[in-house]
């Protein structure tokens, strides 16, 4: 694939590579340098172009949220459409990543898909609006934020500062409309041994033999109990085990080793009661061994589960837009978790729904299907304009 690049002719897709050009890796991730600035410039130019009120609100040093607002008759209720503005790590690409080609109806570039297009095709919602000279029936927010790809601490930021009825979420869903999508929690899980000479082991504590112990019981036992847990659209629950460290040399009786455990949880389960969970099994070990020491470490990372109810109407509303737009709709869930969780703390009812294919996401080559923005962007319009209806 060649290194420059033409620009579309059609105005969302133009803008849509404006911003897949924009360096916005994370900065806590491989590669990650100016983290969202660049596009927070790009967007504060867009929004003063078009007449549409905006203002920044910092998140972390240099890092802001973006947020314009297109005041509605009712101005004491508001909808809100969210997109994260930083991007996964280039490092895996075999395309280049800031070069948004457009060949046989895909646009390529980091970000494309996750999740600049969905990004993309609210404004240009919004823009529709003002240019139509349409006051809709509600105010509508737009925010892009930060952090998504790291501590996901934009929309955290955004859900403790904004009031709002309900909230689009811009991922890559092929334009199914989300109601549900599984939380987690993830946390560290240290067992402190005895140190001593491999020689005479009975002298020591060996903290990876009784980890490798702990792994099985917890795999089988609380394994065993999140399988008995199912919800219609997300499955069972799940756990794994993502990384082990211990020891220091091949002659040393290690004296310490640590797991790191990924938990996925369904709507009605929360971070606390499964650690609760981990800490009832990890009491029981210790009362089985006196040799036990272990200790599981605070999370360092919690994402509640997402589960707005189907007959809400903003699950409605955008299964009638999609139906107008695209001749069907699909309402279901996705096991992954996105910014909708920070809002689902809040209690604000939440879809995610956006173009692209979480399949293409974080990938060696990253794409979206323009005809899915182009959709999107009607979808979008169309529930801004009934953000009334119940």
Not at 151 to 167: I, K, P
Not at 232 to 261: H, K, M, Y
Not at 313 to 334: D, F, K, M, R, S
Not at 370 to 388: F, G, H, K, N, T
């Amino acid at each position: 694939m060649m290194d420059t690049w033409n620009r579309s002719g059609d105005e969302v897709l133009s803008t849509l590579q404006d911003v897949v050009a924009i360096e916005s890796v994370n900065p806590s991730l491989p590669g990650g340098d100016a983290g969202e600035v660049g596009m927070v410039a790009y967007l504060s130019r867009f929004f003063e172009v078009n007449g549409i009120p905006f203002e920044l609100s910092e998140v972390l040093p240099g890092r802001s949220n973006i947020v314009a607002t297109l005041e509605g008759e009712d101005s004491q209720r508001a909808l809100l459409f969210e997109c994260h503005m930083d991007t996964a790590s280039t490092q895996v690409m075999t395309i280049p990543p800031f070069k948004p080609h457009i060949r046989d109806g895909l646009l390529y570039g980091r970000g494309s898909c996750d999740t600049k297009a969905g990004g993309v095709a609210m404004i240009h919602a919004m823009k529709r609006l003002v240019e139509s000279g349409l006051r809709p029936p509600r105010s509508i927010v737009y925010a892009g934020v930060v952090d998504e790809e790291h501590l996901m601490r934009g929309s955290r930021h955004l859900a403790a500062h904004t009031q709002v009825e309900a909230a689009v979420v811009a991922e890559p869903t092929s334009l199914e409309v989300i109601r549900a999508h599984k939380g987690l929690v993830r946390f560290n899980v240290v067992i402190s041994g005895k140190a001593a000479h491999s020689s005479k082991p009975h002298l020591g504590v060996n903290a990876i033999s009784k980890m490798a112990r702990l792994i099985v019981r917890i795999e089988a036992e609380l394994g065993s109990s999140f399988a008995a847990l199912e919800d219609p659209l997300l499955g069972n629950p799940t756990l794994n085990i993502g990384t082990v460290s211990g020891g220091v040399q091949i002659n040393f009786v290690p004296d310490r080793c640590e797991i790191a455990v990924d938990c996925r949880l369904l709507p009605g389960q929360t971070p606390k009661g499964v650690l609760s969970l981990f800490e009832q099994l990890i009491a029981q070990s210790r009362a089985e061994d006196a040799e036990l020491e272990v200790e599981i470490e605070a999370p360092f990372m919690t994402c509640s589960p997402l589960g707005t109810a189907e007959d809400a109407p903003i699950v409605q509303n955008a299964a009638a837009a999609c139906n107008t737009i695209l001749g069907y709709h699909v309402i279901g869930g996705v096991p992954y978790g996105t910014d909708g969780s920070a809002l689902a703390d809040y209690d604000v009812p939440t879809i995610v729904l956006g173009p692209g294919s979480i399949d293409q996401a974080h990938g060696a080559v990253e794409w979206v299907e323009c005809e899915q923005v182009l959709r999107a962007v009607d979808i979008y319009e169309s529930l801004m304009r009934s953000a009334c209806a119940e």
